[in-house]
């Protein structure tokens, strides 16, 4: 858990625009509200670069989403708050965070208010076009109970990538 700790604040630091900068795609999400992103919903997001400016104020994200059988491009910008989550808009209000990043893999926490005002807290694992192997997937099984969020809302976002007709 320490070194998870340490991880995290040091990807928080300096050269954080390092690490997320290039093409990433959505390998597993995990939501509370398991029904937001499942197929063809509406947080269910194919996400396929990151961009953060300098001092990584700004952070884009370019992202495909799947509906009704059509794929839409989507890019958005989120802006670095106080406490160094982004806050965007998309599908109503959302606060994301790296919490933690390798060569191979970035984990964000986000949470997203709808219009409805439904709140729904959300894990994305991004990754190099490679699923988790099996301690990786165990790592997110705790973190995901650590986050209230229940196991068995992971999805293997990768998997059904191939079958999505996203760019």
Not at 30 to 44: C, F, G, S, T, Y
Not at 109 to 119: G, I, L, P, Q, W
């Amino acid at each position: 858990m320490v070194k998870f700790l340490l991880l995290a604040l040091a990807f928080g630091l300096a050269h954080a625009h390092d690490k997320v900068d290039g093409e990433w795609v959505t390998v597993a999400i995990a939501a509370n509200n398991v029904d937001k992103i499942e197929l063809e919903r509406p947080l269910r997001l194919y996400i396929r670069e990151l961009t953060c400016n300098e001092e990584c104020s700004e952070m884009g994200v370019k992202f495909y989403v799947n509906s009704n059988g059509q794929c839409s491009k989507t890019e958005v910008t989120g802006y670095k708050q106080a406490d160094d989550s982004y806050r965007t808009q998309f599908e109503g209000d959302n606060t994301f965070q790296p919490v933690y990043a390798t060569p191979k893999n970035i984990v964000f926490t986000s949470k997203n208010v709808d219009r409805a005002n439904r709140e729904t807290n959300l894990i994305f694992v991004l990754g190099k076009s490679e699923p988790l192997d099996e301690e990786e997937h165990e790592k997110l099984v705790k973190f995901t109970e650590k986050q209230n969020i229940p196991p068995e809302n992971i999805r293997d976002v990768l998997a059904t990538a191939v079958i999505v007709i996203c760019g």
